[in-house]
């Protein structure tokens, strides 16, 4: 009976962690500056003391809700190419990419505080990022859709171009415009 019970508990508390990284992420996709964890616990429908519980201070929720954004997006990457053709995996993996850049914006000033402390590695996420996208253009290159001189870096430094002058979400329309001219440019010629 016990042991039920502490399975219960470890589900709720799994579902709750599992809600808190959904809800901070969107709350911080949608402020234009840091929320506070109260308002982050009262949109998740829990008490502030969960919130604690699961994240005791803003650097671990902002460290977690950032790893799960790269984890989604590296693992996207493949995801992506398993349903669909490599260029519309890339042009629906460039979604995400901007998903991601619109979540650091409610929480950037820890962000950097992070990064510039050691505690988040900017240079890991980078590679990882850059290797998604390399996924996905070796897959294109191999079925000769994609262009064979385009690199990751490339790709990269167009995406952070197009959602620095179009950022997600009151830009939606612009950057999808700009992210669709970008495929354009990256499809194989004919």
């Keep these: 009976m016990v042991e039920s019970g502490a399975r219960g508990q470890r589900a709720d508390a799994t579902r709750n962690r599992t809600q808190l990284l959904e809800v901070a992420t969107r709350v911080f996709a949608s402020a234009d500056t840091e929320p506070s964890m109260r308002a982050i616990a009262r949109e998740a429908g829990v008490g502030i003391a969960t919130l604690y ?17 790269v984890a989604r997006l590296t693992a996207g990457a493949g995801a992506l190419l398993a349903q669909l053709p ?11 990419f901007g998903e991601w850049i619109a979540t650091k914006n409610g929480m950037l000033d820890t962000l950097l505080a ?19 996208i ?12 994609l262009r ?10 167009a995406l952070i171009g197009i959602f620095t002058v179009a950022p997600t979400p009151e830009h939606t ?3 999808n415009r700009l992210l669709d001219l970008l495929m354009d440019g990256l499809r194989a010629a004919a």
């Design 134 to 145: 390399d996924t996905i253009l070796a897959a294109g290159r191999t079925t000769g859709e």
């Design 53 to 69: 519980r699961h994240f005791p201070t803003r650097e671990s929720l902002v460290d977690a809700v950032y790893r799960d954004q």
């Design 86 to 96: 490599a260029p519309e995996a890339l042009r629906r993996w460039t979604d995400l």
């Design 114 to 132: 992070m990064i510039e402390s050691g505690e988040i590695a900017h240079a890991a996420t980078r590679t990882e990022l850059l290797a998604a």
């Design 148 to 157: 064979a001189d385009v690199t990751a870096e490339d790709i990269a430094a």
């Design 173 to 175: 329309a612009r950057a």
